[in-house]
């Protein structure tokens, strides 16, 4: 999969909407496009796409999609199914045949346009340059993109950045686009500390590294995400 070429077909289809800056709306995205998103409280899945009868010979694709509680989360699962609606599209811009893709190949495809749709290439580098890549000011210009996906898309475009989550104090997950994800050393086991109990962003600069942290704390959920970032690369 070509990311460059994937995130150019996400530019262009943005052009076409006259979409120009962030938030970017999936939900609006899709009807824009002339599907139908509804709510099914009935769906155990978080989406699927379907075909609604309009008339005698008229059919209207739509995309159904489960309650849920986070606004992001709707966000993210409209922009997937709106790749698979994409896929022949994609899959022939990226170099693969949709015929030769594997289940597999459909699922990466559909979270890779979802993540570029949400976080487009040229507004993200623009708004992380202008704000120094601080990750609660990015959150709020791509409202519509969770913490996470948008750490995550950091990594594809900043120079030897690692990002940590750690969820109610235990590691989730640990992000780098190159090299191996190494364990968690003691500089940033302490950055994440002092987040974590003070409730309140920190920033921490050691010999060739600087480290910075964030809190997305939730009455039933703590959450903090760190950003380790090699100071021998431009941040």
Not at 106 to 126: K, S, T, Y
Not at 194 to 204: F, M, T
Request: charged share 30%.
């Amino acid at each position: 999969m070509c990311a460059e070429q994937l995130d150019d077909f996400v530019r262009s289809l943005l052009d076409q909407l006259a979409v120009e800056r962030p938030p970017v709306d999936a939900v609006g995205i899709a009807r824009l496009l002339g599907i139908v998103v509804a709510v099914d409280s009935r769906m155990t899945g978080r989406a699927r796409r379907v075909r609604l009868a309009v008339g005698p010979a008229e059919t209207r694709p739509a995309i159904y999609v489960r309650p849920e509680p986070r606004a992001e989360r709707r966000q993210w699962a409209v922009a997937h199914e709106l790749g698979e609606h994409f896929a022949a599209d994609l899959f022939e811009v990226t170099g693969l045949h949709e015929s030769e893709a594997t289940a597999e190949d459909r699922e990466r495809m559909a979270n890779a346009f979802a993540e570029a749709l949400l976080l487009p290439r040229d507004q993200f580098l623009a708004e992380g340059a202008s704000c120094d890549w601080d990750l609660a000011a990015l959150k709020e210009r791509f409202a519509t993109a969770s913490h996470e996906l948008i750490a995550r898309r950091m990594v594809a475009f900043v120079p030897g950045l690692h990002v940590t989550i750690v969820d109610n104090g235990l590691l989730h997950a640990r992000y780098a686009a190159f090299g191996r994800r190494a364990p968690l050393e003691p500089g940033e086991r302490e950055v994440l500390r002092r987040c974590a109990e003070s409730g309140l962003p920190q920033e921490w600069g050691l010999e060739h590294v600087r480290l910075r942290a964030w809190p997305i704390h939730e009455p039933d959920h703590r959450r903090e995400i760190l950003i380790t970032q090699w100071t021998d690369a431009d941040f």
